[in-house]
């Protein structure tokens, strides 16, 4: 079955604690990206791979960081988690081209204490 | 600045009631309007894409239209599984912008 996997899809931490949240698809995308989603602000993008190696910052892409050593992951990381960084998280891939859909994950619900 | 607004913030309906859900967007150089549905706790899931002015899609009780300044979805007949948010986003570049969304809720 095609899909874009999140690990873990819930996580309750401390400020400062480092923390990964991975994302692996196995449609063999291309494109890879990760939003967060808040309440009134809608879904945002953080940081988005074009292709391995390739990566581009989002419109919030303070905090973060990403790598893509491999063309299905691509993990979100948080170096010094803080407050309010306390979202919901969602990874995509797509195939390279323009207007072609993004597929998402269902989700990763970080809360930082 | 590319930027993506969706009106209303919620819509509540009969079933049966139709009605539409609208999308304005000002983005240099469009690249693709995109509809997607989010039930709660899941992540979006694509509805439709449309590329340009005059542009038409269908989908069961869903259709889309496209113009320059802005997308509509219209919702015809729904019914109470129809309910969930509706979220609109364009492509600029790299980037994919979206909508706040349309909290749908379709009442039997």
């Known amino acids: 079955e095609a899909q874009v996997t999140q690990n873990p899809r819930y996580l309750i931490t401390v400020t400062g604690k480092k923390l990964t949240v991975t994302c692996s698809q196995n449609m063999n995308h291309e494109y890879m990206s990760w939003y967060r989603q808040d309440p009134g602000l809608g879904l945002r993008q953080i940081y988005y791979s074009m292709n391995v190696e390739v990566t581009d910052k989002g419109d919030v892409p303070e905090g973060y960081k990403v790598s893509r050593k491999e063309k299905r992951n691509f993990p979100l990381i948080l170096e010094s988690p803080s407050p309010n960084q306390t979202s919901l998280y969602f990874c995509?891939?797509?195939?390279?081209?323009?207007?072609?859909?993004?597929?998402f994950g269902d989700g990763t619900r970080l809360s930082i204490l | 600045e590319d930027q993506v607004t969706q009106s209303p913030e919620a819509l509540r309906l009969q079933e049966g009631e139709s009605s539409s859900l609208n999308c304005s967007y000002t983005?240099?150089?469009?690249?693709?309007l995109f509809w997607y549905r989010q039930d709660p706790g899941k992540g979006p899931e694509f509805l439709f894409t449309l590329y340009s002015a005059g542009e038409e899609k269908e989908k069961e009780r869903l259709k889309a239209t496209l113009t320059k300044k802005e997308s509509f979805l219209h919702i015809t007949a729904p019914k109470p599984e129809d309910s969930a948010t509706y979220l609109c986003?364009?492509?600029?570049?790299?980037?994919?912008?979206f909508g706040q969304g349309t909290e749908l809720s379709v009442k039997p």
């Open positions: 986003a364009v492509q600029a570049g790299g980037k994919l912008i």
């Open positions: 983005v240099s150089g469009l690249r693709g």
């Open positions: 995509a891939s797509r195939v390279r081209g323009e207007g072609q859909p993004q597929h």
